[in-house]
């Protein structure tokens, strides 16, 4: 995922913030990656759920400006069932 689609994404037009979404990025990367392993970025079927999951979590973070999760956040029963999709790429042949 870039920076420009990012940016896009929380309408975002001016470049204050780029270093700090830049980071976010890699953050949310690192975070689904730990969550439910690398194995689907092997499999194109799987890249657009992961795309808007990993928006998802990165509007959240930037929203907060944290890269923690507080715990006031409710778990989103979306991202939930995505994890659990993403997760299953690696028993898919």
Do not use: C, H
């Not at 890249?47 to 959240?60: C, G, M, R, S, Y």
Request: no cysteine; aromatic share 10%; glycine share 2%.
């Amino acid at each position: 995922m870039t920076l420009q689609e990012v940016k896009e994404y929380l309408r975002i037009d001016y470049e204050d913030d780029d270093n700090y979404i830049s980071d976010l990025i890699e953050v949310s990367d690192f975070y689904i990656d730990k969550a439910v392993g690398a194995e689907y970025k092997s499999k194109p079927a799987y890249e657009k759920i992961a795309i808007l999951v990993q928006k998802k979590i990165i509007k959240d973070m930037y929203d907060e400006r944290s890269t923690t999760v507080t715990d006031r956040t409710k778990q989103s029963i979306i991202v939930t069932t995505i994890f659990e999709n993403l997760e299953s790429a690696q028993w898919e042949t």
